[in-house]
Nanobody, 127 residues
């Protein structure tokens, strides 16, 4: 199994920045695509960004393009989400997720394709 633990959430003013981290443990010798999802109160969980094993394929939700950046360091078994120019609408619980893929596989965009999930970290953006 793979265990994922998010960190880096917190309270930030609009226009500020945060960097979320997701550390993986367990079968980290396997190749995984990684994704970030978020869920605001009373709303569905939506994809934020995703990245392939080789970091040659990424996806961003339209709402975060140009503001967020996903990256990973496979040697550290960690994926990051750099969030800049934060808006109150970014307030949500942010989850990282992983799915086993081949080394050359693209990053899935569909939530149901991800098998492993972290516990989530709260991001609150004040106006």
């Amino acid at each position: 199994q793979v265990q994922l633990v998010e960190s880096g959430g917190g309270l930030v003013q609009a226009g500020g920045s945060l960097r979320l981290s997701c550390a993986a443990s367990g079968r980290t010798f396997s190749t995984y695509a990684m994704g970030w999802f978020r869920q605001a109160p009373g709303k569905e969980r939506d994809i934020v960004a995703a990245i392939s094993w080789r970091s040659d394929s990424t996806f961003y939700a339209d709402s975060v393009k140009g503001r967020f950046a996903i990256s990973r360091d496979n040697a550290k078994n960690t994926v990051y989400l750099q969030m800049n120019s934060l808006k109150p609408e970014d307030t949500a619980v942010y989850y990282c997720a992983a799915v086993r893929v081949g080394r050359g596989g693209p990053a899935p965009r569909l939530e149901h394709l991800y098998d492993y999930w972290g516990q989530g970290t709260q991001v609150t953006v004040s106006s």
